[in-house]
């Protein structure tokens, strides 16, 4: 099993940018592919942007390139989203999710393919 926590989301001002941490435990962080998710309310969930397990590869929705950054430190166990010039459109629940399974870069951006997922850490961006 694994265990993912996310944390430093909050309410911040339109433009301003933020890191997003998903810390994981209970399997070796480097078998795992990682992927954020995001919901806004009334919405579906969608896909942000995925890391492959040692961080050569990624890939971004692209509603999201250019602001958002994917990382990972296989030595802390987690994995991180920078956004930056935050806009009000960003406001959602993000969700990081993970998978052991090896896939070409691009299959990561589907939310079937991972199987676990933390509880979500909640952006709100004012205007």
């Given at each position: 099993q694994v265990q993912l926590a996310e944390s430093g989301g909050g309410l911040v001002q339109a433009g301003n940018s933020l890191?997003?941490?998903?810390?994981?435990?209970?399997?070796?962080?480097?078998?795992?592919?990682?992927?954020?998710?995001?919901?806004?309310?009334?919405?579906?969930?969608?896909?942000?942007?995925?890391?492959?397990r040692n961080g050569g590869s990624t890939t971004y929705a692209d509603s999201v390139k250019g602001r958002f950054t994917i990382t990972r430190d296989n030595g802390k166990n987690t994995a991180y989203l920078s956004i930056n010039s935050l806009q009000p459109e960003d406001s959602a629940v993000y969700y990081c999710a993970a998978t052991p399974a090896l896939y070409v870069t691009g299959r990561y951006r589907s939310e079937n393919v991972y199987d676990y997922w933390g509880q979500g850490t909640q952006v709100a961006v004012s205007s």
């Amino acid at each position: 099993q694994v265990q993912l926590a996310e944390s430093g989301g909050g309410l911040v001002q339109a433009g301003n940018s933020l890191r997003l941490s998903c810390a994981a435990s209970g399997r070796t962080f480097d078998r795992l592919a990682m992927g954020w998710f995001r919901q806004a309310p009334g919405k579906v969930r969608e896909f942000v942007a995925a890391i492959t397990r040692n961080g050569g590869s990624t890939t971004y929705a692209d509603s999201v390139k250019g602001r958002f950054t994917i990382t990972r430190d296989n030595g802390k166990n987690t994995a991180y989203l920078s956004i930056n010039s935050l806009q009000p459109e960003d406001s959602a629940v993000y969700y990081c999710a993970a998978t052991p399974a090896l896939y070409v870069t691009g299959r990561y951006r589907s939310e079937n393919v991972y199987d676990y997922w933390g509880q979500g850490t909640q952006v709100a961006v004012s205007s």
